[in-house]
């Protein structure tokens, strides 16, 4: 069953704009991370967030997380035609080596 | 380092037939994994390993078998294939104490 459900599942922004997405997950965390999935392409890791961190950032992404709602955000600034892609939030509740559940994903268009 | 190779990329099975789709990795990960991705349904985890001769069961494991003689690799064997096992395969690895997966590129396996 799916652990994170991303929203929206579909985004269409313009080159320069900021693109958000969101994640929801139904049991306790040891932590969130996003991947990015270019077409045809294998996932690429961008960022992890802790149970007990509330904010992140690297580079132009901005994660947080709010453990009381049970959800996390992706946040893009000033996006660029190279980011669309699809975006993947996947959870770890396991103890010891990391065991994920993804959600569907977000495919995000940027147009130049 | 190659990181994760996967082979073959793309594979058109019939029905019954077996296969077995190889995973390799060359950074002395302990941790793999196999996933499937579905349209429209994110990646499901199918079996896992935390080392050499350690396996376990994913979400969907049902028709996949799967051994881990060596640090290096993790083949994923389909017994007898079924049209359901359509889909694009993952392999995916993380190191002690980390996180993060490292993902290959990906098998395409089409079953008539």
């Known amino acids: 069953s799916q652990q994170g459900e991303e929203d929206p599942q579909a985004l269409s922004i313009q080159e320069g704009e900021n693109a958000t997405m969101n994640c929801s997950y139904k049991t306790s965390i040891n932590n969130l991370q996003w991947y990015r999935q270019n077409s045809g392409r294998g996932l690429v890791h961008l960022i992890l967030i802790r149970s007990n961190e509330r904010e992140k950032h690297s580079g132009r992404l901005r994660v947080t997380l709010d453990t009381s709602k049970k959800s996390s955000s992706l946040l893009i600034t000033a996006s660029r035609a190279a980011d669309t892609a699809s975006y993947f939030c996947a959870t770890d509740t396991s103890s010891g080596y990391s065991t994920l559940t993804f959600g569907k994903g977000t495919m995000l268009l940027v147009s130049p | 380092n190659a990181g994760v190779t996967q082979t073959p990329k793309f594979q058109v099975l019939k029905t019954g037939q077996s296969m077995t789709l190889q995973c390799a990795q060359d950074?002395?990960?302990?941790?793999m994994s196999w996933y499937r991705q579905d349209p429209g349904m994110g990646l499901r985890l199918i079996h896992y390993?935390?080392?050499?001769?350690?396996?376990d069961q994913g979400e969907v494991p049902n028709g996949y078998n799967v051994s881990r003689s060596t640090t290096e690799d993790f083949p994923l064997r389909l017994l007898s294939a079924a049209p359901s096992q359509t889909s694009v395969y993952f392999c995916?690895?993380?190191?002690?104490?980390?996180?993060?997966?490292?993902f290959g590129p990906g098998t395409r396996l089409t079953v008539l």
């Open positions: 390993s935390v080392g050499a001769g350690i396996t």
């Open positions: 995916a690895s993380s190191g002690a104490g980390y996180d993060e997966q490292f």
């Open positions: 950074m002395n990960h302990e941790y």
